[in-house]
């Protein structure tokens, strides 16, 4: 199976309009029609990998170039050539000597790279017959080590370092796998409180979500501070003073700024405040950090940190409280597993950040390997839910009890319906040729 040639490689941008009853909406990202590229590989022997990158709109047409662009570094490899030397690869594709100025290793074509290596990741699990966190769980430490890049972050650190990280987590694995399979892994919920939502519909959807056992919630604030004291108080009164509440603003304010507005909203007990500031500030994350540790309230983010330095520099500048890694924004699984390793070792959780379209399914697999094989912690530990469009995946994510249930089909749980796929492709699929007829009309 991996001596397989991959000789095509497809990309289509997918929409869904999501803005039209303000779905996903936070300070910063006011109207996101939630929206993937969406990639197919396919072999000689008519096997297929699947993978996407999350966008919110506007500039998925950009991403769709930048996957053409780096194609032609995928098509005519074996499976096997990819994962013999899957370090190689991934600085293959992340380091072209032309295409990394427009990087490097983030934007747009770190978008693009995360997309194509889903697909691989996906296609690899698939020829395994295996969901891939199981792939990953039941990999040799060394073979694991050798499919990371540590270019740039051996002063954090060391493959000797992240292969005693592995080794050390072999005890008690079984155990945890069988946990997993029966409890599932710990989830938060932030559909009940978009920032465009009434109070009336927060209520309602509080209500239901509290009825379906969820304990764990995240409200966005940022827009308005008397708007956000309002709903804060509303949401902490709904669920009680024991359940948990976070809170996102989206990266809307200036460093002070943040500080002064969160301190007003403390009396609400946040645990803690995500992405307060630009995400490339690691020093005004820090500062951040540093001024509300004595009001409790720590700092997460992540879902748009560039790559594995930047993170390397947040862990090291003690930044953040808690790391939110993301399956699409960095280099895939590969850039990811770096990210876990570190984190474990300046002993900083990590959260996932999930959502729009596939993050749930993707970085349930991530999580499911942390926990497992890398942290086999759940201290202050849980992953983002988010539930919309899962209905368009083949193997939909599956919460019960407020946890996500391993997934059981082999990949990466990417493989969208096709149906959903031609309809909602921009711009010629049928929801969107209605659109346009609606807007000539009007």
């Given amino acids: 199976k991996m001596t397989q040639k991959i000789i095509k490689l497809t990309v289509r941008d997918i929409r869904f309009p999501t803005s039209l009853e303000l779905h996903g909406s936070d300070a910063m990202h006011t109207d996101p029609d939630y ?20 966008t919110v709109g506007r500039g998925t047409e950009i991403v769709v170039c930048a996957v053409e662009a780096l194609s032609a570094l995928v098509v005519g490899k074996s499976l096997e050539e990819i994962v013999s030397d899957f370090r190689g690869f991934y600085r293959l594709l992340s380091s072209d000597g032309q295409m990394r100025w427009i990087g490097p290793e983030k934007g747009v074509i770190q978008l693009a790279t995360a997309a194509v290596l889903n697909s691989v990741w996906d296609l690899w699990a698939r020829m395994e017959g295996k969901p891939l966190w199981k792939l990953l769980v039941d990999m040799e430490p060394r073979k694991l080590i050798s ?4 270019r740039y972050i051996t002063d954090a650190l060391t493959e000797q370092e992240a292969l005693e990280i592995l080794e050390k987590a072999e005890a008690g694995k079984q155990q945890r796998v069988d946990q997993m399979l029966k409890e599932g892994y710990p989830a938060y919920t932030t559909s009940c409180a978009w920032l465009g939502y009434s109070d009336q519909l927060l209520k309602q959807l509080c209500t239901d979500a509290l009825s379906e056992g969820w304990t764990k919630f995240k409200v966005k604030v940022g827009a308005d501070l008397e708007d956000d004291i309002r709903r804060c108080s509303l949401i902490r009164q709904m669920i009680g003073p024991n359940n948990t509440l976070m809170i996102d603003a989206n990266q809307r304010w200036d460093v002070g700024e943040a500080i002064t507005w969160v301190t007003k909203l403390a009396e609400y007990k946040p645990l803690w405040i995500e992405e307060p500031t630009c995400p490339d500030d690691i020093l005004g994350h820090a500062a951040i950090s540093k001024a509300l540790a004595p009001l409790g309230i720590g700092v997460a983010s992540g879902e748009q940190c560039h790559n594995r330095v930047m993170f390397k520099q947040f862990l090291q500048a003690e930044a953040l409280q808690f790391i939110q890694i993301d399956s699409c924004r960095m280099g895939s ?16 959780p990590v959260c996932p950040h ?4 596939g993050l749930c399914e993707l970085v349930q697999h991530l999580i499911l390997f942390d926990y497992i094989s890398v942290s086999a912690s759940l201290d202050d530990r849980m992953c983002e839910f988010v539930d919309h469009l899962h209905e368009h995946f083949i193997s939909p994510v599956v919460i019960k009890n407020a946890h996500y249930m391993p997934p059981k089909d082999p990949g990466y749980s990417c493989e969208m319906l096709e149906s959903s796929v031609q309809r909602y492709q921009y711009p010629q699929g049928e929801v969107w040729k209605q659109f346009k007829k609606q807007s000539l009309k009007d």
Avoid: P
Wanted: with cysteine; glycine share 12%.
């Fill in 333 to 348: 699984v590969n850039e990811n597993l770096a990210v876990l390793l570190m984190a474990h070792k300046f002993k900083v």
């Fill in 147 to 150: 499919c990371i890049d540590f």
């Fill in 35 to 54: 929206s993937v590229a969406y990639v197919v590989i396919e072999t000689d022997q008519g096997m297929r990998g699947y993978g996407l990158t999350f």
């Fill in 354 to 357: 999930a959502g729009g379209v």
